[in-house]
């Protein structure tokens, strides 16, 4: 088995330590044997510590002593992707670096619609919160309770309720990134007008962190639902669950 130990990681993790307390640094092959497999146990992979900034600056931190080191991170949020992407490789090399101490919700406005929250806020956490204001965040999934808004946004995901209101995508107003160079781009303005060239926002939005490590996002918020009804309606074609569908989408 190869050791996890190589490269520049010795240096990256004493450093990172000296720098942000141990806290930040996790090295217990224990506590790290969870975080290194993926969530339907199909991939295991292997890494010498968990980085766990507590502040963006703390990520840009880390973001440059990993170059500086040649050392490659893999940015991890609950873990509960069924991809792989937030498994590290099994030689050891990369080092995991998670987001989940980054948990605050900064804001959150019924009047504007909108809430912003850090990589590392669970979205069951989200939802009460919305809920507390009259609104709700509408995405929603079987890994409410564990899954977190950054790692939703970087694999763009869709959720039960996709067809009424799309993918993560549809549902970030701004994001808040740590750029490879270690630079912070600052999105987070929730501006519905937002004209200007390029959108760095959606080029994040469902890259895996393989372009920017994502600290925050601003989103989409609807009203909570006021009356509810359920039904349970058989259809004896596509077309007709189809022609459900629509009709369901023009009336409710």
């Known amino acids: 088995k190869p050791s996890p130990m190589t490269g520049g990681s010795p240096t990256l993790i004493a450093e990172a330590e000296r720098r942000f307390g141990k806290k930040a640094v996790i090295t217990d092959p224990k506590e790290i044997e969870p975080w290194v497999t993926d969530w339907r146990g199909r991939v295991h992979g ?33 873990n509960t992707g069924m991809a792989a992407g937030a498994t590290p490789a099994a030689d050891g090399s990369a080092v995991l670096l998670s987001m989940r101490r980054m948990n605050k919700i900064r804001s959150m406005s019924a009047e504007d619609h909108l809430a912003v929250a850090e990589a590392g806020v669970v979205l069951a956490k989200l939802h009460d919160a919305a809920d507390e204001v009259g609104m709700r965040f509408p995405l929603t999934l079987g890994a409410r309770g564990s899954c977190t808004i950054g790692g939703l946004t970087s694999t763009n995901a869709g959720g039960t309720q996709v067809l009424k209101f799309g993918t993560m995508r549809s549902l970030v107003a701004g994001v808040e990134a740590v750029l490879p160079d270690g630079s912070i781009y600052s999105g987070l303005s929730g501006l519905k007008k937002d004209n200007r060239g390029y959108s760095i926002d959606q080029l994040l939005i469902g890259a895996e962190g393989t372009l920017g490590v994502i600290t925050a996002v601003a989103l989409r918020l609807v009203p909570a639902i006021a009356t509810r009804a359920v039904a349970w309606a058989g259809v004896d074609s596509p077309q007709r669950a189809l022609d459900l569908l629509r009709f369901l989408q023009a009336h409710t």
Not at 46 to 57: D, F, K, N, V, W
């Open 46 to 78: 292997a890494a010498p510590a968990i980085l766990a900034p507590a502040s963006t600056e703390e990520v840009a931190e880390i973001v440059c002593l990993a170059a500086d080191n040649r050392v490659p991170l893999v940015p991890q949020g609950g």
